[in-house]
């Protein structure tokens, strides 16, 4: 590889912070409750919901 050294610091950056999406959410899922609301009205009402599983 020819890359420079910031090229690869910044490469190691995003490549963790892609698996970081991943593993957080799954990290914290059982915690999470069983309904989440998924969309909200006008006013800021929870109008719609989905289940967790959905993440």
Partial sequence: ???KPFEQIMLLVAVCS???LFFIPAFYLDELPTKLPSH???SGEADAYSNKSGI
């Fill in 18 to 20: 892609v698996i970081l």
């Fill in 1 to 3: 590889m020819n890359e």
């Fill in 40 to 42: 909200f009205n006008g």
